[in-house]
Nanobody, 124 residues
Framework: QVQLVDSGGGLVQAGDSLRLSCTASGGTFSTYTMGWFRRAPGKEREFVSAISRSGGNTDYTDSVKGRFTISRDNAKNTVYLQMNSLKPEDTAVYSC?????????????????WGQGTQVTVSS
């Protein structure tokens, strides 16, 4: 059983940056593909980014490409999401997730373990 703890959210202004962290325990972190998802008020959860087990492959949804960077430190059992040039439309609860699949998936059904979520609010 893997436990994920998200942190790093907050209230910022448009154009600011935040770095989200997700620390895992209870499993072998390096064997999981990791993803970040978000859910905005009144909307369904959507894929944001994912990173392969080794960190060699990444994927981003189009709306965050060039602004967000996902990374991981397997020695620290932690995955990060660096968010730059934040926009009001990035406002959402962000959750990390772990998948036992080797391939990166955007579909949240392939992710088994989830963090509790951290709120990101971007004011205009």
């Amino acid at each position: 059983q893997v436990q994920l703890v998200d942190s790093g959210g907050g209230l910022v202004q448009a154009g600011d940056s935040l770095r989200l962290s997700c620390t895992a325990s209870g499993g072998t972190f390096s064997t999981y593909t990791m993803g970040w998802f978000r859910r905005a008020p009144g909307k369904e959860r959507e894929f944001v980014s994912a990173i392969s087990r080794s960190g060699g492959n990444t994927d981003y949804t189009d709306s965050v490409k060039g602004r967000f960077t996902i990374s991981r430190d397997n020695a620290k059992n932690t995955v990060y999401l660096q968010m730059n040039s934040l926009k009001p439309e990035d406002t959402a609860v962000y959750s990390c997730a772990a998948s036992g699949k080797y391939i990166i998936f955007r579909d949240d059904r392939f992710y088994t373990y989830w963090g509790q979520g951290t709120q990101v609010t971007v004011s205009s």
